[in-house]
DNA sequence: ACACTCGTTGCACGACGTGCAGCCACTTTC
DNA sequence: GAAAGTGGCTGCACGTCGTGCAACGAGTGT
């Protein structure tokens, strides 16, 4: 037979495992977009998907998983996107980057993944399950943000300095990641909403830096 | 037998309801907190309240929601307290003072809630559950914000700049509750990680005061 | 005392999620 | 290129979850 052109990465084997599982995955959002994830049952779904039940459960251990795949390897992106961030620009400045290159991707926005996170907004089960890669995203943002602080103050007023802004028993980064992290949540879930069918990334990127002006300015209006 | 004099309250019967309802989640916790609540079984829990299985699920839909119904109480509370403060403070100003009421509640740090409050920080499936509660919670607190901002808005500068600034199809109001929500929500985490043994509620003052000081100050320290 | 309401209970059933063992396509080694 | 191995797919069994339904009986209003 023919002969693999010794591609030398993945491997054969690899490459199958990982076409299975982009099938369920995209088999799970498909029928979850048509009938609401409640009314598809995880069975429907291998079937769809032409595996097996327990070959579903040994990529995913649940539906809302499945869903889920593509929002949270994006949520990894920004963190990464955001440490890759030069030190010059300030730390809202620095998301505000990092959002719009992750967005700015080929498939950030298709129709595929567009529609699973509007399914994230509406069933109690997926919003759920976003909880748990929330907490760790802000574990991941809170220890960059904790690190870009620390230099920043070192470069500009010492290492002391550094050592209270920037650890401060890692107190204020934590805060500042769960805050941040809130605001682009609620941008996103804005423009989900007001966004019925046609999707315009110049409105979302608007919504974003609309959310991390107010954080920049302070959040006690009456004052 | 015995009459009962009257009371003209609840009734017998809805009492009673109420008390195994209780004691189904006394029991849940208890289980949960000396198991770890993945090693808990709803049969055991309804076993340790004497009830049957299916009473369990007919006060709660799952062990989570057993776990949760104290804090989820508490949160309701936040907001109705909020509601509840004069026109005069500033928003985080209320939102603070709303805290600190619901902290002084008899019961709210009693060692039953904060062994409940403990368990959500670590298993997973209860964290999943907290983002319903906080979704909902961001909801209610947005709308009782708006309502703040825009008579407040109206006290100064007249309807116009109410409209403007209270409701603004609800977009600030919605930011500005999960941004603070957010915060509490590091405020309380923070606590409860460094408080191993003595509850110091005077700690979780300072701990919310300092959250809240900086979400009033901006978020960008580089600025 | 009578009829009525409604919380509790048992039963049945579909769905979920995991451990285990066999099969076989792919991979490595010689 | 054949033999030994690795590892993904599959079926099966099992315990748990959560809900609909009907019966029972304690509490409630007339």
Known sequence: ????????????RELKKLATREAVRAAAVRLAVRDGIENVTVERIAEAAEVSLRTFFNHFSSKEDAVFAAAESRAAELVAEFRRRPGGESPLQALRE????????????????????????RAPSLLARQMVVLT???????????????TAAAERFGTAA??????????????????????????LDRWLAESTAAPDPGRLRAEIDDALTHLAGGLDPRT
């Not at 037979?1 to 054969?12: C, R, T, Y």
């Not at 760790?136 to 620390?150: N, P, S």
């Not at 050592?163 to 941008?187: H, M, N, S, Y």
């Open 1 to 12: 037979m023919s002969q693999v052109p010794a591609g030398e990465g993945p491997g054969l």
């Open 98 to 121: 990092a959002a719009m290159v992750v967005l700015d991707r080929d498939d950030a926005l298709g129709r595929d993944h567009l529609a699973a996170l509007r399914l994230l907004r």
């Open 136 to 150: 760790e995203q802000e574990d991941a943002l809170a220890a960059a943000a904790a690190e870009r602080f620390g």
């Open 162 to 187: 550094a050592e209270r802004l920037g650890t401060d028993d890692g107190r204020f980064p934590q805060l500042w990641a769960a805050v941040v992290l809130a605001a682009l949540r609620i941008a």
